[in-house]
Structure formats: C-alpha cells, structure tokens
C-alpha cells in the first residue's frame, strides 16, 4: 500500500506540522475541516499543504516522517523551498481540479 509524508504550515507560514498518510487528499481533507478538535494541526491552524513525498510503502512514509520530526526547522524549510519556493497550498490544485 503506498504512503505520503506531508508537511502543512499555517497562512502565515510561522508554523510547520509534519504527518503521514496512506490517503493524502483525505488526509489534507481532514486538517483543512479541523476534523480533530484537540490535534496539534487544529490549534496552529495548519491547513496549507506545501511538501510531500510519494512512497510505494507506507511504512517508508512513516519513517521519513519520523526523520522530518527529528530534524531541525531549517531543514524543512529548504526541503519546502526545493519544490515549492513560494509556499503555494498545493491542495488548491485538487480544488481545481475537481470543479
């Protein structure tokens, strides 16, 4: 079954939360409705998906989330910056897509 590792930020880009999926849209679906009250994504109101990665094996995307949570800050950032430079919430092109 395949997996994503994700990360989300909030509208001012202050925050970053770092997750893992087997349904990626699904997922996204879930932090952007605030579908769980008490989670970590709900208080900061991170709702703006900027990263993620594809992996045949979910567990492979439960590992390299666990890596992304270890590392540092500025290591995220550069990753964002690597595909996704102006910090676009790339599940607007679903939106888009599906209208």
Sequence with gaps: ?????????????????????????????EHKNGKYKNAFSKRYNCTWLVYFEKF?????????????????????ID???SINPKWNDLAL?????EE
């Design 56 to 76: 045949d094996i979910v567990k492979d995307a439960f590992a390299r989330e666990k890596q992304l949570k270890a590392g540092n800050r500025k290591r995220k």
């Design 79 to 81: 990753l964002i910056n």
């Design 1 to 29: 079954m395949p997996g994503y590792c994700y990360i989300l930020t909030n509208k001012n880009k202050t925050v970053l939360y770092v997750g893992a999926t087997t349904d990626l849209q699904r997922r996204i679906s």
């Design 93 to 97: 092109e679903w939106r888009d897509s």
